[in-house]
T-cell receptor, first 116, second 109 residues
């Protein structure tokens, strides 16, 4: 496989469930990102990891918990979500997080999440 | 005021015409500007970047930047139905990309 792969593509969960989103990049990049995309709204940056260390956390509720075990893998653990959390969750990677190397993002196909 | 503002559209142009997509940004310290294309049900992909005032051409695409007016645009010449997508403007400020809501473009055959 090449690029950035995300699983699952679709997820339906109840408000009391716990689930995880998975992202894997095969590009040798050092930075990985989670974005949230809601209808008619801009992409919202949630978390950034650079060399497996979290460098950005944009005031995301604690019901979203990221994990980056190595530079190729990124997880987003979900628990007790709300219906307004329903959205497309996109993983992305870039060569690095510093300078201009964070500007070319390679996105995965996303996970369409529905919270009932 | 939104940090990055785009007209959501939809913008419809006939095949072969020039499509003009516009974006304004609020923070003057922004240094780098990008256009991403997102087909329906797909993820965004980078199509253009521009760093200096003026025009930058790449095939049928031209990005235009005016930092004094805080304005960046994307022109698509000889528009094709395959150009139908949502175009996202992104601005880099202090290591973080900020995206606009996107403009939906439809090219009519």
């Amino acid at each position: 496989e090449t690029g950035v792969t995300q699983t699952p593509r679709h997820l339906v969960m109840g408000m009391t469930n716990k689930k995880s989103l998975k992202c894997e990049q095969h590009l040798g990049h050092n930075a990985m990102y989670w974005y949230k995309q809601s209808a008619k709204k801009p992409l919202e940056l949630m978390f950034v990891y650079s060399l497996e260390e979290r460098v950005e956390n944009n005031s995301v509720p604690s019901r979203f918990s990221p994990e980056c075990p190595n530079s190729s893998h990124l997880f987003l653990h979900l628990h007790t979500l709300q219906p307004e959390d329903s959205a497309l969750y996109l993983c992305a990677s870039s060569q690095d997080f510093s300078g201009q190397l964070n500007e070319k993002l390679f996105f995965g196909s996303g996970t369409q999440l529905s919270v009932l | 005021q939104k940090e990055v503002e785009q007209n959501s559209g939809p913008l419809s142009v006939p095949e072969g015409a020039i499509a003009s997509l516009n974006c304004t940004y609020s923070d003057r310290v922004s240094q780098s500007f990008f256009w991403y294309r997102q087909y329906s049900g797909k993820s965004p992909e980078l199509i253009m970047s521009i760093y200096s005032n003026g025009d930058k051409e790449d095939g049928r695409f031209t990005a235009q930047l005016n930092k004094a007016s805080q304005y960046v645009s994307l022109l698509i010449r000889d528009s094709q139905p395959s150009d139908s997508a949502t175009y996202l403007c992104a601005v880099n400020k202090i290591r973080q990309l900020t995206f606009g809501s996107g403009t939906q473009l439809t090219v009519l055959p």
